[in-house]
Nanobody, 129 residues
Framework: VQLVESGGGSVQAGGSLRLSCINS?????????VGWFRQAPGKERDGVAT???????AYADSVKGRFDISQVNATRTLYLDMNALKIEDTAMYYC???????????????????????WGKGIQVTISS
């Protein structure tokens, strides 16, 4: 399984960033769950957003209305569009994948990060005031 993140960086509060991930699980299994998780210094790893093989999305309350997760099957790419960024969004962001699961499992895994089988190396997102 290949997971390669790109697009991180630094931006001022209120700005936008797009994260991309080449995710080889996308469109190669009948059921799968892929998503973004993040970890800030000194904090636990948290779910940000997930999308499954049916296109069903789920978001953490902290990012609803600001972030948008999407996937392009043809290129096996997972995206996270982040808008109205806040200082508290600063974290290492990880692209993840889990084969064989979708639906409610994919929504619930936001609160159970260890349930995701595959993790990318992570990419830093820093929001400044």
């Amino acid at each position: 399984v290949q997971l390669v993140e790109s697009g991180g960086g630094s931006v001022q509060a209120g700005g936008s960033l797009r994260l991309s991930c080449i995710n080889s699980v996308i469109s190669t299994h009948n059921h799968y769950c892929v998503g973004w998780f993040r970890q800030a210094p000194g904090k636990e790893r948290d779910g940000v957003a997930t999308i499954d093989s049916h296109g069903t999305t789920a978001y953490a309350d902290s990012v609803k209305g600001r972030f948008d997760i999407s996937q392009v099957n043809a290129t096996r790419t997972l995206y996270l569009d982040m808008n109205a960024l806040k200082i508290e969004d600063t974290a290492m962001y990880y692209c993840t994948a889990q084969r064989g699961y979708s639906g409610k499992w994919c929504q619930g895994v936001l609160s159970q990060p260890l349930g995701m089988e595959y993790w990318g190396k992570g990419i830093q997102v820093t929001i400044s005031s």
